[in-house]
């Protein structure tokens, strides 16, 4: 066929949208080249497989390269995509059999987003990992096992860098571990080397952890993290890495703590250099510009994922906020567009949950007030305490919300959830009603169920609203 349907990428968007357009257009030629050896693996479970929660890597993986066959999907595993014509409809592909040319009648770039590590030194020494690919979580779960104790079918992947995780599985096991950055990575890799009774030192260069979520998560998975023996350098800048070959110590703010292991957990950047000289916009965050359906500033050339932008549904902007429900959202949209529907994308809050223990975070929309005056509006903001469930009924848990609402229209713009009996999910409510542009005073009024094992009459987020529009309307 002349006109078949390439994708740069084999992850969540990227096999989304293959397999989206095999099923809607079953005679379409699809091609997905992807220059590693995995393909749609879990980012997000990595920490729980470090942690032993996850058994075995296979666990991690939604499609089998068998599974993406028998699909009638043509994956090329060993490529990379190293050029982009979008005059000539063609990418330049390098593998193991050299270089070669590619034709393409719509182009899917998910080439996602890789860690950062700079400006800390010593990030490439023995004993430091970004958490951030399969063969690293493989690596580092075999550091943490005691030489010979090894499961060998928790290293079962057929792609996994057996040469890597078996010069870990060498090593005497760390007893000390530092964390640089506390953000989503950094809060759950605390608990996973608390679980393999490491001694935890987590530094963050900001004030507070997990900074989109706001004050009172910050405040509640610091206590968390504190109670479970973790310790936390917090306003505290990491200069480098120390050591000979492997990791020794941390250097940073004039203070070196000894540790034998650490993870860099500081950010990470869209992939976005085989873009250079083709003409196809960036947005203001580094990430792929994108239109509501995923198109690009080229013709028949879509970006979806890590590497893209979407429009962000409480400012009407775009915004890069990389996850993984995004990128299988905007990958499926994306393959029934090319297949003969035109499906848009769909909008993204910034909607997230993370869990530090038995504490579980949620947030969603914007809660910075400076972030949201720079987007034309005027902030206002209440926090609340609330019981989870009925007082008088068993297992309930103080859930504290935070609502951040435009004090001349009431619109909701944000808000954040903390707590210890299923406070992440309620999360969702918010999301839905930023959705569809609620104010404060519709949210309170929203009908939400109620049984003392699952709430109180007025749940939690109800209450957040009854509170925040009380102040609005005075």
Known sequence: MSDPFVVVGGDAAGLSAASKCKRE?????????????????????MPYYVKGEVESLNDLLSLSPEGIADRGIDLRRGHEVVGVDPAARTVTVESGNGRSEQPYGDLLIATGAHAVSDPIDGADLAGAFTVHSMDAAAALRAFLTPPGAADPDAVDGEAVDRELVAAYAERDPPASAAIVGGGYVGVEMAEAFSAHDLDVHLFQRPERLLPPFGEAPAERVAETLRDHGVTLHLDTEVERLAGEDTVEAVVGDGERIPVDTAVVGIGIRPNTALLDGTGIELGHSGAIATDEYGRTSRENVYAAGDCAEMRHAVTGESDWVPLGL???????AVGQ??????????????????????MECGRTGILDHERARDVGFDPVSETITAGSRSGYYPGGAETTVTLTADRGTGR???????????????????????????TVGELERLDLAYAPPFSPVWDPVLVAAKVLNGRLEN
């Open 326 to 332: 995004t990128a299988n959202r905007a990958g499926r």
């Open 337 to 358: 567009t090319v297949a003969g529907t035109p499906t848009p994308v769909g909008d993204i809050a910034g909607t997230a949950v993370v869990k530090a223990f038995e």
């Open 412 to 438: 909701l713009l944000g808000g954040s959830i903390a707590g210890e009996d299923r406070a992440a999910i309620r999360i969702d409510t918010l999301a839905t009603a930023l959705d569809g542009d609620a």
């Open 25 to 45: 257009a079953p005679e379409r030629e699809v091609i997905v080249f992807e220059k590693g050896q995995w393909v749609s693996y879990a980012h997000c479970g």
